[in-house]
Nanobody, 121 residues
Framework: QVRLEESGGGVVQAGESLRLSCTASGGTMYHMGWFRQAPGAERVFLASISFSGGNTHYEESVKGRFAISRDPAKNAAYLQMSDLQPEDTATYYC????????????????WGQGTQVTVSS
């Protein structure tokens, strides 16, 4: 069973950047992704990356501002976020899946506990 732990959240000013990290333990050969959930809203997909790191997929609204990457040797995935805005305030979740979709959101098998990102104006 995969266990995921996110880190890197915090409070930033609008326009600043932040890099989230996700470390996985247990399990093998999984694809990874990031989601977020704002207060009172549903959890939404942001980005996913294949096991090899060679393929990525993004939700349209974050293309160009967010970048997903991974380090298979460390069982880690990252989400580099730039030009953050107050509407990016949410809890950010890492997830894994055994299937990667090239043109649709990741369908997770496992979730992390989340890390809070707060963007002040």
């Amino acid at each position: 069973q995969v266990r995921l732990e996110e880190s890197g959240g915090g409070v930033v000013q609008a326009g600043e950047s932040l890099r989230l990290s996700c470390t996985a333990s247990g399990g093998t050969m999984y694809h990874m992704g990031w989601f977020r959930q704002a207060p009172g809203a549903e959890r939404v997909f942001l980005a996913s990356i294949s096991f090899s790191g060679g393929n990525t997929h993004y939700e349209e609204s974050v293309k160009g501002r967010f970048a997903i990457s991974r380090d298979p040797a460390k069982n880690a995935a990252y989400l580099q976020m730039s030009d953050l805005q107050p509407e990016d305030t949410a809890t950010y979740y890492c997830a894994t899946a055994h299937t990667f979709h090239y043109d649709s959101p990741l369908v997770p098998d496992a979730w992390g506990q989340g890390t809070q990102v707060t963007v002040s104006s």
